[in-house]
Each structure stands twice: as structure tokens, then as C-alpha cells.
């Protein structure tokens, strides 16, 4: 599993209401039904990953968040998980409002495209990165908006969107120094949890 994902289990309080936005394949929110026994529903567009997810005995809604949460009542659940997906949406400034409606908290997790092995390919071949961590082309990317951590919280902050916690991801499982240090700079992955 991703290590995004396996820091984020500590923020979702057993027995709560959990909406997963961009699902997968529902192993996230299997896990989470599992070791927490949260009350999980994932939304999904992908065919195949509704599939899968239906399949691990999940409740899933097909659609589209860049077309709205408008189905969703406010505060309908305690919180709202957004995990690797910011970034391949249209309006991620609106999907954060929408999370935070019908969420009490939000966790959002992203690629920080501010890291410096990014920067580094970049400035040295003149072309858009492409790694283990982001293997796709620039043309056949699912990531529409290049974030960086900065980016994130200058956001949340022209939004009055509180962040309660944040942990940033090295390149490897150990506590990661230079990430926490210099988020922007060493993060390969950012984590949130967020609240208004």
C-alpha cells in the first residue's frame, strides 16, 4: 500500500462515516472497514476500479467529482478522503470546498511537484519528469495540475481552509528529516488533514 495511505489511518477515528473520492480499487477503504471499522463509501469513474471495488463488498458511487457533490447533504460524513487525486481533477479548488461541506474534516494527499528530483530533471534535460514515482508521459498523464506543497497551502489559506495536520513523504519508510524540515523542497508526497 502507499505509504500516503498508511499515514493517514490515524486520522480516521474508528466507527466514523468515511467518503473516499477517487476510491481505486477500494483497497483504501476495505482496509479502513477492516481495522477501523469506519462506514466507508468510495466514488469512482473508472470502470474497471468500480469493478474491483464492488467486488471487495464496498458501497460505490459512479461519478464524476469534477461535475459536482451536489448529491452529497452537508456534513454527511466525518470525513471526506481525497488520496492522489487533486492533482487529475479540473477544479480541485472547488472539490476542496465541496469536501469540506459534506465533510467535517477533509484528508487530501498529493504529489509535491515542487520536489527537487523534479526540479533537478527538469532543469537538466529539458523535459517534463518521468520516474518510478510519476511514470506517466506529460501527454498521457492523468495529472492536469502540478502542485507543490507551497501551492497547496497558499491555497487553503486564500480559501480560509484550516489545516489541523500535515505529514510529507520522503523517498523512503523511515521518519523523513529533510521532508518535514523543508516540505517543498524534499516532500515527494504531501498529506493534510483539513478543516474549516
Known amino acids: 500500500m502507499r505509504q500516503d495511505l498508511t499515514h ?3 486520522w480516521i477515528a474508528t466507527g466514523s462515516k468515511v ?3 477517487g476510491c481505486g480499487n477500494g483497497e483504501f477503504l476495505r482496509l479502513l472497514q477492516d481495522s477501523r471499522e469506519v462506514r466507508g463509501m ?3 469513474i473508472d470502470s474497471a476500479n468500480i469493478t474491483a471495488a464492488i467486488g471487495r463488498g464496498l458501497n460505490i458511487v459512479e461519478q464524476n467529482m469534477d461535475r459536482g457533490l451536489e448529491n452529497f447533504p452537508d456534513q454527511s460524513f466525518d470525513t471526506v478522503v481525497m488520496a492522489h487525486a487533486l492533482q487529475a481533477v479540473h477544479f480541485p479548488d472547488r472539490i476542496l470546498d465541496e469536501m469540506l461541506r459534506i465533510g467535517r474534516e477533509g ?6 511537484f515542487g520536489h527537487w528530483r523534479c526540479r533537478f530533471y527538469l532543469a537538466t534535460r529539458g523535459r517534463m519528469p518521468v520516474s518510478k514515482f510519476m511514470p506517466h508521459n506529460w501527454y498521457d498523464t492523468p495529472n492536469i495540475h502540478f502542485c507543490t506543497v507551497t501551492d497547496f497551502e497558499a491555497l487553503c489559506r486564500d480559501k480560509g481552509i484550516r489545516i489541523l495536520d500535515r505529514e510529507m513523504v520522503g523517498n523512503t519508510q523511515r521518519r ?3 521532508a518535514g524540515i523543508w516540505p517543498n523542497l524534499f516532500a515527494v508526497t504531501a498529506i493534510y488533514r483539513i478543516t474549516r
Request: proline share 11%.
Open 176 to 178: 523523513p528529516l529533510l
Open 19 to 21: 467518503l473516499d473520492l
Open 8 to 10: 493517514i489511518q490515524r
Open 42 to 44: 468510495g466514488l469512482e
Open 107 to 112: 484528508v487530501v494527499t498529493f504529489p509535491n
